[in-house]
T-cell receptor
Framework: DADVTQTPRNRITKTGKRIMLECSQT?????MYWYRQDPGLGLRLIYY???????NKGEISDGYSVSRQAQAKFSLSLESAIPNQTALYFC?????????????FGPGTRLLVL | GQSLEQPSEVTAVEGAIVQINCTYQ??????LSWYQQHDGGAPTFLSY????GLEETGRFSSFLSRSDSYGYLLLQELQMKDSASYFC??????????FGPGTRLSVLP
C-alpha cells in the first residue's frame, strides 16, 4: 500500500466552485506539505504544516486554504476555483525530530478548472 | 529572495556521464536535495548534501559547494530509464523547501 495517498487523482471543475483535495499518510510523519506543479516552473509550495496545530503559508498561498485534521491528514481547499489554478497538485510528508532531508510525495492530483 | 536555477534540458547517450547543475541565490539552509520525476509520476528522492563535498549513491552522485552557491547531480552509466526530470531543492531552516524549475534529461540509444 502507498504511504502517501491523494484523492481524487483527477478532477474537473468549473470556475467559482469550491473543491477539496485530500491527502493521507501512513508514515507517521509530523510534517506535511502541499505543492503545485506547472510546466517549466517546478514545484511551488502552497502551504505546510509541522504538526496538527501548526499551519504555514508557502510561496503561493493566495486562493488556497488548508486543514490539518489529524497527524495523518492534510487537506487543500480552493475556495473559488479559477482557471489559472489548473495544475498538478502534490502532497508530501517528511519526518524526524530535527531537519529532515527527504520528502515523500503522493501520486498527485490533476486538476482542471474550466 | 530564494531562487534556484537549472538548465531546462540535457541530452546524452546511453552509457555516458551527465552532470546537471544547480545554482542558487539564498542562504541559511540545511542542505541541497535532488529528486527524480518520470513523466506522469511523483518526485522521488535521489540524494542529499548537508555538507560541502561529494555524496555517492550507486550510479548517482551529488555535490555541494556553499562558498560557490552551487551544486550538481552526476549520473553515470546512463540508462534509458534515467530519462526523466531532475529537480534540485533547498531545505531552509524552518523546514520549508524551495525547488528548482527542473532539468529534463533525455537519454538516447
Amino acid at each position: 500500500d502507498a504511504d502517501v495517498t491523494q484523492t481524487p487523482r483527477n478532477r474537473i471543475t468549473k470556475t467559482g466552485k469550491r473543491i477539496m483535495l485530500e491527502c493521507s499518510q501512513t508514515k507517521g510523519h509530523d510534517r506535511m506539505y502541499w505543492y503545485r506543479q506547472d510546466p517549466g516552473l517546478g514545484l511551488r509550495l502552497i502551504y505546510y504544516s509541522f504538526d496538527v496545530k501548526d499551519i504555514n503559508k508557502g510561496e503561493i498561498s493566495d486562493g488556497y486554504s488548508v486543514s490539518r485534521q489529524a497527524q495523518a491528514k492534510f487537506s487543500l481547499s480552493l475556495e473559488s476555483a479559477i482557471p489559472n489554478q489548473t495544475a498538478l497538485y502534490f502532497c508530501a510528508t517528511s519526518g524526524g525530530t530535527s531537519h529532515q532531508e527527504t520528502q515523500y510525495f503522493g501520486p498527485g492530483t490533476r486538476l482542471l478548472v474550466l | 529572495g530564494q531562487s534556484l536555477e537549472q538548465p531546462s534540458e540535457v541530452t546524452a547517450v546511453e552509457g555516458a556521464i551527465v552532470q546537471i547543475n544547480c545554482t542558487y541565490q539564498t542562504s541559511g539552509f540545511y542542505g541541497l536535495s535532488w529528486y527524480q520525476q518520470h513523466d506522469g509520476g511523483a518526485p522521488t528522492f535521489l540524494s542529499y548534501n548537508g555538507l560541502d563535498g561529494l555524496e555517492e549513491t550507486g550510479r548517482f552522485s551529488s555535490f555541494l559547494s556553499r562558498s560557490d552557491s552551487y551544486g550538481y547531480l552526476l549520473l553515470q552509466e546512463l540508462q534509458m530509464k534515467d530519462s526523466a526530470s531532475y529537480f534540485c531543492a533547498v531545505e531552509f531552516i524552518g523546514q520549508n523547501f524551495v525547488f528548482g524549475p527542473g532539468t529534463r534529461l533525455s537519454v538516447l540509444p
